[in-house]
């Protein structure tokens, strides 16, 4: 059976025509979106034991007693409906959030924090502080507003796209 030698030398294939210099850099920074955002979320799970989605849910919850509507909430986090429902499906199943029909619109769902899920946001956000002050260090307070207002920008870019 043939068997390769690696020569230790990093060869890469070439471009297809029509790549840019710009084409590569982008290429490179939505992969390392992708990195970043799978590492956080696998590192969310084992330290927080809380999947990034379900701590942001409580997290948006959070800021407003009265809760949100469903679709509020799935557009404010940037999910899809049906991962917000299944990630709502497992925290009601916890007792930290409820749905109940909104007041003006009973075909309309507000979403909760139950007192559980308010004791259950705090005890998460504490740690989660934590992990953010040594996921970000050695990154300065600058280059983190930097990141956040560019990544502002490219979330901004991304909703505008449209369908060919």
């Known amino acids: ?54 701590g942001a849910t409580l997290g948006a919850l959070y800021r ?6 469903f679709s509020e909430l799935y557009t404010y986090l940037g999910v899809s409906r049906q991962n917000l429902d299944a990630v709502l499906k497992g925290l009601e199943k916890k007792g930290l959030v409820e749905r109940v029909e909104a007041e003006d619109d009973r075909r309309k769902r507000m979403v909760s924090l139950t007192p559980a899920g308010i004791e259950a946001w705090r005890d998460l956000h504490e740690r989660s502080l934590e992990f953010f002050r040594q996921g970000t260090n ?27």
């Open 138 to 164: 050695g990154v300065s307070a600058a280059e983190i507003t930097g990141c956040f207002e560019t990544l502002s920008r490219i979330a901004r870019g991304l909703r505008g796209i449209e369908p060919d």
């Open 64 to 69: 407003d007693p009265k809760g949100m509507l």
């Open 1 to 54: 059976m043939p068997s390769a030698t690696r020569t230790g030398t990093k060869t890469s294939r070439e471009q297809p025509a029509g790549n840019s210099a710009r084409d590569h850099l982008n290429n490179k920074l939505f992969f390392r979106l992708f990195q970043a955002a799978n590492i956080y979320e696998t590192q969310a799970v084992r330290i927080l034991n809380f999947s990034a989605v379900t």
